[in-house]
Every structure is written in C-alpha cells, then in structure tokens.
C-alpha cells in the first residue's frame, strides 16, 4: 500500500504479538465505512493474516464513537441494481475476511456502533464496550428505506437470535450498555480505561464465542421458520405498507428463506439490499436524512452563550417550550400574567422529565432548572426571551416594547407568533433588528422543525443565535422569511381547506382521511386539523388567506363545531369524538371520488411552487424539509418536490390544469413549476430520485 492509501486506519504491534487496528478517518470527527475506508481496511487485513499475529483488536481513534455506519453520501451515487449490488458485495467481502481471520479478533466499542459499523464488531469473533450511557449500538439501515448489507442481517440473528436481531433491524432503534450485555450483542462491559486491557484478556485467553441460546437457534431451523415468520409479518403490516417501505419486509423475507445460514443468506443479502437502494422509498429515506443534515449545518455560531432562557406566556406552547429548553440542559424561566397560569405549564414538564429522562436525579435537576418568575424579574439575566402570548398583534407589540429596556443588548428576542409579520411586531423596538421568529410547532416535544422567521430588518447576528439556539434544543432550525403562514401553515392551509371542501361535497371524513394516509401521509387532513385544534386552524387559515389577498376561505365546518366547543383533540372532540388521545373513526366505506388524492396532495404542493417563486425559503429542497420536518410529509417520498420531480413536473402542471377545469381556478399551476423545471430554484444540494412514473 501506498502511504495515500494509509490515511483511515492506524496499525499498532506489540510486544506480545497483539495488532491494534484503530479507526481514524482523515479529516472527519466520526469514523464511517466509505468505499475507500474499506479498501484500505482490506488491505490491512491481507496484510495482518500473513503475519499470523495473536489476535487482531479493532477499535476508534475518535472521541465520539466507533463507526457511525457506511458513508450514506456514496448511496446517492448508485445508479442501478448492479452498482448497488458492486459496492455490498466489496463490503461484505472486507467483513468476511475478517470473520474468517484463523486468530481471536476483539471489537473494542466505546459511544456508538451503528450500522456498518456494528456490522464491522459482528465479524469479529468477541465484542465489548464501554457500558456507560453514551453507548449505542443499532442497525438502523431501515430508516433509510435499507437494510444492513455487510452480513449484518445474518451474522445479528446468529449472535442474539431471531427475535431480539429482528428487534434490532426493523425497528432501527440503538440498544443500550446493559441491553446490549443481556442480549450478547457484546461479550463485556467495561469502564473506558479498562478497554484494552480487556480487550488483550480476550486475546490472550479466548473463551468460547458467545452464540445465541439453543432455543433461539432452532426458531431459525426450516421447519421452524413459517411459523415465526406471520407474526414478525404482521408486526411490520401493522406499522407501514409494504408498497411504501419495504426494506422491513425484505428483512424478514430473508431470514425466512434462508434462516441466516451459509454463504447463499450473503448473497441474498447483496441482492436484497441492491434492489431497495433503487427503490422509490429508499431514494427517497436517504433524502430525508441528508436534508435532516443539510438543516443541522445551517446552525449558526453564537457569540454569546445561550443557557439563560426566559419566556413569556405559560400557555400550551410557551409551557412547552420552557419545558423542553429545561430538557435540553437551558436555565428556564417561565413568565405569564399570573402565577396560577404558570403552574399547570410546570406540572406538564415535570411529566416530561419523568417521560424522557428516567434517572431520578436527573429528573430533579431538570426540575429544578425551570422556575416561576410571573413578573419577569430575571428578564435582566436572559440570553434568549421567547415571547409566547396570545396571537394579537398590539398586545405582542406592547409586551416586545416592554422587554427591550430590560435585556441585556446581546440577548436574543424571539417570538413564537404563528401567523404575524415579524417585522410588523418589531415596528415599536429601539433595535427590530434583534427580532427573530422561533416557529416551534405543536407538540413540542415531538415536532423536529423550528422555523426561523426574519424580517427585512432582522440582523445576522439574531438569525445566527437563533439558528444556534435551535439545535442547542436539537430541533431543526428552516429560515425563512416572514410572509403570511412563513412555509409550513401556508402549504397546510390549502390541504386541509380542500379536505373541508371534499367533506362538503358529500365525501366521508374517513375517505379523505384514508386518502391521504394511502399516499403516505402519517394522518390524514382531518385528523390533522383536529390535532392542530380547529380554533388555531381556523385562525391560521383566515390570516394566511388575508394576508395573500385571497378570497376568505369557508370557514363554516370549523366555526360551527368551535361554537359548540369542539376544539379537536384537546376538548375531545372536534370532527372526530377522541378517546385516550385517539381519533374514533368509522371503518371506511366506499371509494374514494377520482381526483380526491391528487386534489389534496397537488394542492399542496403547488403552494409549495408558490413559496419557491417568493422566496419564502430559499431553495426547493429547504421547503421540501420544511414540509417534511414541520408536517410529517410522506417520508418516503423525499418531500413535495421530490414527489414532483418523481412524477415529472410537467406531469403535475398538466394534472393540475385538468384540475383546475375540474374543480376551480385554486388549481391553477403557480409560476413556481418554471423556475423548477427550468432549474432556476436554486443548487440542488441534496440529490432527488430520479423521474420516474409514480403511482399516485
Ligand atoms: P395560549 O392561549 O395557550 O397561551 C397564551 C398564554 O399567554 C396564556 O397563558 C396567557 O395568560 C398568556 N398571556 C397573554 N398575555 C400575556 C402578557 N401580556 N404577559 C404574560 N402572559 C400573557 O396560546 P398558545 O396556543 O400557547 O399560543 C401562544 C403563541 O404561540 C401564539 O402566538 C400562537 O400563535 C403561537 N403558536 C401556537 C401554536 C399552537 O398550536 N397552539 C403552534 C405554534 C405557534
């Protein structure tokens, strides 16, 4: 080997003839499997046998973990089946010549092991680890609409068995340190200074390796295999369809075809997993995930420190928001008009500490780092203050103009408004430029977007801490500019409005519903409003309609159900009655009218072509993950342009023209499709899946 092949991996020999193998990519803070970071793990191991030492160690130079997983970049590159099935099977060749090395080998673990590189410790013949709470180890392929490809799906059922390997790949979830130990994912637990010395013990006196237990093997034996496979089948059923994800069905397919046993249960994996990389759902996971990535870098550095946090109205969304920037590790201060308002708004997180965190101290310590301050007495000490009163302009105006003199020059003002114009609120400061938006959505545990609203006026330095503050919550911080609705409410409003029309015409509440969801929606529109709560979704929709100077939209459904007290979700009931946190629905009956899906969904994303056109965001791939990442919009399907591009922009202008001879002039394609297809919508940064025909 070269030396310019030599830059990921770091040999160590010792005295007593152990080879020390660490994982060290170049110019990267955590290790991944790239193509090249396997060849040249290839290339060591080739060397390592011929000089037949004690045993191999493999472990990770870098702080944060051992391998975070392959290089999920060099997916987006993969063309067809065959350079899909290429790049796994080099992979799976590298592992197997690690498996099949003659001399005990050590996966020496500390933070995480994921992926690739979890399957990486599987070759090796004992794993152990640094049990403290860092540790993470998973197969999360599947959430990339994938499944693992180095062996994984074979060398995981025979460590720990069917059930507990089938656990770890289809749901894609991290076990922790003591899991991890009861499973026999890894041999020993250890404290990060015994690692090596652990990991010589195992090489100087192996023991047996472990296997899964007797029991757990003979589920994997033929005869045995049709009567596990329904119930695992019916697991995933219950979960997500197959024509939408069907990595987790492949998973259990293999298995039950080849019981992960002998070289044939390899090469299904190769193919299996080569033909979900080109999968409309696969192209589209990926997308989500680097537009997840593509959000978390656009976090800006903040000079001054963001733990001191203050906010102002302990209602249902600064409540939460005080709650979970106590989670998140800030100082908390909640301000509303009285104390009285405050304390429901901490009775709430204090169920979310004991949710989220478990351990009993650090559910006190959360606690404790969120107080009452009805009057605002610690304004003085705030690095941000989130205004989160009642959506009225003069009365937020009132209360901005209120706190001005009494922050620091350097803290950050954010309001939480939902529908007004970020520069109108700052018209009454000595400085509007410290003003930003902070668009958190409800719920807010739950919800990952946080839009960053700016005004013309709003300062660099405000939008920076207001980017930094967001992911210092670890939400997903979208910029955009104040306009009516900012991105998300704007897109929703015309979906959720065209499924009152369709309910108007006759169409039953659980068609439209199940429409939406068939397309792959997380709830359908109806649901969805009683969710938001029909007085918010009322309001939201009348100003977001104001402020574009369209005609009012027919409010009628909502506001005779709000007269009643039918609020949706929260008061029990709203479109739908809702029991323990559910919507009751009728079964559904009937077919849907012919246009219903495409009427909801191309509504939709034709104003997505509107905000495109405005700038509202700056690219067509940040409102893809606005929509993704602030409505839940059908994963797999990349985001509304994405879905677009699927199917051919100018298969959507055409359908929408029909539509709009159809239905109305509300379908008339926006000017926003040109820019598209003329590729004037700025840099595509993160690839799309190609065009393809899509079923609609
Ligand atoms: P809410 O009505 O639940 O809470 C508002 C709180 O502010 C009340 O507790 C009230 O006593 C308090 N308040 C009113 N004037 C005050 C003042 N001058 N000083 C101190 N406290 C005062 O309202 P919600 O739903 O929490 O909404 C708050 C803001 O968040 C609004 O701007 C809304 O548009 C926005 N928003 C709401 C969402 C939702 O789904 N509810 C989603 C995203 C944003």
Same mark, same amino acid.
Request: proline fraction near 7%; glycine fraction near 8%.
């Given at each position: 080997?070269?030396?310019?092949?030599?830059?990921?991996?770091?040999?160590?020999?010792?005295?007593?003839?152990?080879?020390?193998?660490?994982?060290?990519?170049?110019?990267?803070?955590?290790?991944?499997?790239?193509?090249?970071?396997?060849?040249?793990?290839?290339?060591?191991?080739?060397?390592?046998?011929?000089?037949?030492? $004690?045993?191999?160690?493999?472990?990770?130079?870098?702080?944060?973990?051992?391998?975070?997983?392959?290089?999920?970049?060099? =997916?987006?590159?993969?063309?067809?089946?065959?350079?899909?099935?290429?790049?796994?099977?080099?992979?799976?060749?590298?592992?197997?010549?690690?498996?099949?090395?003659?001399?005990?080998?050590?996966?020496?673990?500390? %933070?995480?092991?994921?992926?690739?590189?979890?399957?990486?410790?599987?070759?090796?013949?004992? #794993?152990?680890?640094?049990?403290?709470?860092?540790?993470?180890?998973?197969?999360?392929?599947?959430?990339?609409?994938?499944?693992?490809? =180095?062996?994984?799906?074979?060398?995981?059922?025979?460590?720990?068995?069917?059930?507990? @390997?089938?656990?770890?790949?289809?749901?894609?979830?991290?076990? *922790?340190?003591?899991? &991890?130990? $009861?499973?026999?994912?890894?041999?020993?637990?250890?404290?990060?200074?015994?690692?090596?010395?652990?990991?010589?013990?195992?090489?100087?006196?192996?023991?047996?390796?472990? $296997?899964?237990?007797?029991?757990?093997?003979?589920?994997?034996?033929?005869?045995?295999?049709?009567?596990?496979?329904?119930?695992?089948?019916?697991?995933?059923?219950?979960?997500?369809?197959?024509?939408?994800?069907?990595?987790?069905? /492949?998973?259990?397919?293999?298995?039950?075809?080849?019981?992960?046993?002998?070289?044939?249960?390899?090469? &299904?994996?190769?193919?299996?997993?080569?033909?979900?990389?080109?999968?409309?759902?696969?192209?589209?996971?990926?997308?989500? =995930?680097?537009?997840?990535?593509?959000?978390?870098?656009?976090?800006?550095?903040?000079?001054?420190?963001?733990?001191?946090?203050?906010?102002?109205?302990?209602?249902?969304?600064?409540?939460?928001?005080?709650?979970?920037?106590?989670?998140? %590790?800030? $100082?908390?201060?909640?301000?509303?008009?009285?104390?009285?308002?405050?304390?429901? /708004?901490?009775?709430?997180?204090?169920?979310?500490?004991?949710?989220?965190?478990?351990?009993?101290?650090?559910?006190?310590?959360?606690?404790?780092?969120?107080?009452?301050?009805?009057?605002?007495?610690?304004? %003085?000490?705030?690095?941000?203050?989130?205004?989160?009163?009642?959506?009225?302009?003069?009365?937020?105006?009132?209360?901005?103009?209120?706190?001005?003199?009494?922050?620091?020059?350097?803290?950050?003002?954010?309001?939480?408004?939902?529908?007004?114009?970020?520069?109108? +609120? %700052?018209?009454?400061?000595?400085?509007?430029?410290?003003?930003?938006?902070?668009?958190?959505?409800?719920?807010?545990?739950?919800?990952?977007?946080?839009?960053?609203?700016?005004?013309?006026?709003?300062?660099?330095?405000?939008?920076? @801490?207001?980017?930094? =503050?967001?992911?210092?919550?670890?939400?997903?911080?979208?910029?955009?500019?104040?306009?009516?609705?900012?991105?998300?409410? #704007?897109?929703?409003?015309?979906?959720?409005?065209?499924?009152?029309?369709?309910?108007?015409?006759?169409?039953?509440?659980?068609?439209?519903?199940?429409?939406?969801?068939?397309?792959?929606?997380?709830?359908?529109?109806?649901?969805?409003?009683?969710?938001?709560?029909?007085?918010? @979704?009322?309001?939201?929709?009348?100003?977001?309609?104001?402020?574009?100077? *369209?005609?009012?939209?027919?409010?009628?459904?909502?506001?005779? *159900?709000?007269?009643?007290?039918?609020?949706? *979700?929260?008061?029990?009931?709203?479109?739908?009655?809702?029991?323990?946190?559910?919507?009751?629905?009728?079964?559904?009956?009937?077919?849907?009218?012919?246009?219903?899906?495409?009427? +909801?969904?191309?509504?939709?994303?034709?104003?997505?072509?509107?905000?495109?056109?405005?700038?509202?965001?700056?690219?067509?791939?940040?409102?893809?993950?606005?929509?993704?990442?602030?409505?839940?919009?059908?994963?797999? #399907?990349?985001?509304?342009?994405?879905?677009?591009?699927?199917?051919?922009?100018?298969?959507?202008?055409?359908?929408?023209?029909?539509?709009?001879?159809?239905?109305?002039? #509300?379908?008339?394609?926006?000017?926003?499709?040109?820019?598209? @297809?003329?590729?004037?919508?700025?840099?595509?940064?993160?690839?799309?899946?190609?065009?393809?025909?899509?079923?609609?």
């Amino acid at each position: 080997m070269s030396t310019a092949d030599r830059q990921h991996w770091r040999i160590e020999r010792d005295a007593e003839r152990i080879v020390w193998l660490w994982a060290d990519k170049a110019d990267a803070s955590a290790n991944v499997l790239s193509s090249e970071v396997l060849r040249e793990l290839d290339g060591h191991l080739t060397t390592i046998r011929t000089e037949a030492p $004690r045993g191999l160690v493999v472990l990770s130079a870098k702080k944060s973990g051992f391998i975070a997983g392959a290089d999920i970049k060099e =997916f987006t590159r993969i063309q067809g089946e065959d350079s899909g099935y290429q790049l796994i099977h080099a992979g799976q060749a590298v592992l197997d010549r690690l498996a099949a090395l003659p001399f005990p080998t050590v996966a020496a673990l500390h %933070g995480f092991a994921l992926g690739g590189g979890l399957e990486l410790a599987l070759a090796c013949r004992y #794993r152990i680890a640094v049990g403290d709470e860092r540790l993470a180890l998973g197969l999360p392929e599947v959430q990339l609409g994938i499944h693992p490809g =180095f062996g994984g799906t074979v060398r995981s059922v025979q460590l720990i068995g069917v059930k507990a @390997a089938m656990r770890l790949m289809l749901t894609g979830k991290p076990v *922790r340190a003591e899991e &991890a130990l $009861r499973l026999g994912l890894v041999d020993r637990l250890v404290t990060v200074e015994d690692l090596r010395a652990e990991a010589r013990r195992l090489i100087l006196e192996p023991p047996a390796p472990h $296997r899964a237990p007797l029991l757990e093997r003979m589920l994997s034996w033929a005869p045995l295999r049709p009567w596990v496979q329904p119930s695992l089948t019916a697991q995933v059923a219950s979960k997500v369809r197959r024509d939408q994800y069907p990595a987790p069905y /492949a998973i259990i397919e293999l298995w039950s075809r080849y019981g992960a046993h002998g070289a044939a249960a390899f090469e &299904a994996e190769a193919r299996s997993i080569a033909r979900l990389f080109v999968s409309e759902s696969a192209r589209g996971l990926i997308r989500v =995930f680097l537009l997840q990535d593509r959000l978390k870098a656009l976090a800006g550095k903040s000079p001054a420190p963001l733990e001191r946090v203050h906010v102002i109205g302990a209602g249902v969304m600064g409540g939460d928001i005080a709650a979970w920037a106590a989670l998140r %590790g800030c $100082r908390v201060t909640l301000q509303d008009s009285d104390a009285a308002r405050i304390e429901p /708004a901490i009775a709430r997180a204090q169920e979310l500490f004991e949710k989220r965190l478990r351990d009993a101290r650090k559910i006190s310590a959360a606690a404790q780092r969120l107080s009452a301050d009805p009057e605002g007495r610690t304004l %003085g000490e705030a690095d941000v203050v989130i205004e989160a009163i009642v959506e009225d302009l003069d009365a937020k105006r009132t209360l901005l103009e209120q706190i001005e003199p009494r922050v620091r020059p350097d803290t950050l003002i954010a309001t939480n408004t939902s529908s007004i114009d970020i520069g109108a +609120l %700052g018209t009454g400061l000595e400085r509007p430029e410290r003003l930003v938006g902070l668009h958190f959505f409800n719920p807010v545990a739950q919800m990952p977007l946080v839009e960053i609203v700016t005004a013309p006026g709003s300062g660099a330095p405000a939008v920076q @801490a207001a980017t930094a =503050f967001a992911r210092k919550l670890e939400k997903l911080p979208l910029p955009c500019r104040s306009a009516p609705g900012f991105v998300v409410n #704007r897109v929703l409003m015309p979906y959720l409005q065209e499924a009152m029309r369709a309910a108007a015409e006759g169409v039953p509440l659980e068609v439209i519903d199940a429409a939406a969801v068939a397309f792959g929606m997380p709830m359908g529109p109806v649901e969805l409003a009683d969710v938001v709560g029909l007085d918010v @979704a009322a309001h939201v929709g009348a100003i977001v309609a104001q402020g574009l100077g *369209r005609p009012a939209p027919d409010l009628e459904p909502l506001r005779e *159900r709000i007269a009643a007290g039918k609020l949706g *979700r929260k008061s029990g009931s709203g479109f739908y009655p809702w029991r323990e946190g559910k919507a009751v629905k009728a079964p559904v009956s009937g077919t849907a009218p012919v246009d219903l899906s495409d009427r +909801l969904i191309l509504i939709l994303l034709n104003e997505c072509a509107a905000c495109l056109r405005e700038g509202i965001a700056a690219d067509a791939d940040l409102i893809d993950a606005a929509v993704i990442f602030g409505t839940g919009f059908a994963p797999f #399907r990349g985001g509304p342009f994405a879905y677009a591009r699927a199917r051919g922009i100018n298969a959507v202008v055409e359908r929408l023209e029909s539509l709009a001879q159809r239905h109305g002039a #509300r379908f008339e394609p926006d000017g926003g499709w040109a820019l598209l @297809a003329s590729g004037a919508a700025g840099a595509q940064s993160v690839p799309t899946p190609p065009e393809q025909p899509v079923k609609s």
